[in-house]
């Protein structure tokens, strides 16, 4: 399982949902990534919410932006990571939109000029227009007059990681457009940009810090592993497992691991499931064993909506 996850790592950059997400929680990282891409200086009020769940009733169907934040006029920018074009992503866009616009007045509001400004941003890797460009801004304009907006303050922007027109834009955003595809710290350093080291400095950190914990968690599991056979768990592989996930993973994480590194893991796990994600669906985000997330979610159960990692520490290794 971990070499899966080093596997992963070794090809991992910004286009990574997970390593986005988690990147993109540090204000500076969002705030750099967005006043890049914008080529503006945006200056954040909130710190971003990452995977942000919206859904007007339970009879429909919810969305989930990758990264929400306001500004200090009140605008918001939520920016969605998009690998594969799955060919519906115009109308997507178009129904995020409707979904923040619902949440963000009272019930009892009648004054629609207090809706915030807001700033959709789409990053993909690809050409969702076939134009060539990087960027692709659309705000309401009338057909008729052209010159004519309709300044409702709603912005949707699609940017192409492998567009053409570089003339147009800075070498900043251009350098941040290989970084993106190409996180590694040799892509940083080329760049002269501050805002880029930011991110760097915060996405290969994150890296190389779920690295070292993928090979501490694999040595984990070959020690917990050899101690329950070693101990006569006589039940074989079944057996050895099970317990394993009760001798293998504790004895062998808890020797694997150092506590602040089971911490860290557990950390993890406990805000995907602040976020209302399934055991299934963090193990697939983690790329961990489905098994190892199960023993955290049973012994985290108790300390819900807030989860105490300390206390669940405790529970899964005293």
Known sequence: MANNVVTKLEELNLMDKFLFDETMEDTEAYQAT??????????????????????????????????????????LYYAEMQQKNTGNLRKRSRYYQAQLDVSLLEPSSTDFNLLNDSCFIL?????????????????????????LKLEDGATRIFINTKGTN?????????DFMEYITSTTDAAAEE????????????????????????????????????????????????????????????????????EGENLSIIKMVCKKLQKGKTPEEISEDLEADLNEILRIYNAAKEYSPNYDAEKIYHKLFE
């Open 191 to 258: 760049t002269q940009s501050g805002k880029i080291k930011i991110s760097k400095k915060m996405g290969v950190k994150f890296m190389q810090k779920w690295e070292e914990l993928a090979y501490a968690r694999d040595e984990g599991h070959a020690e917990g592993y050899a101690a329950g056979h070693s101990e006569g768990l006589s039940e074989g592989y079944s057996t050895g497992h099970s317990e394993g996930l009760s001798e293998g993973y504790s004895t062998g994480h808890s020797e694997g691991l150092s």
């Open 34 to 75: 967005v006043s890049i891409l914008l080529e503006n200086e945006i200056e954040l009020l909130d710190k971003p919410e990452t995977e942000k769940e919206l859904r007007v009733s339970p009879q429909l169907r919810q969305v989930r932006l990758d990264v929400v934040s306001m500004d200090r006029d009140g605008k």
């Open 123 to 147: 990053i993909a890797p690809f050409d969702l227009f076939g134009k060539g460009l990087y960027r692709y801004t659309f705000e309401g304009v009338c057909r008729e007059c052209p010159d």
């Open 166 to 174: 570089r003339q147009e834009f800075s070498q900043e955003f251009l």
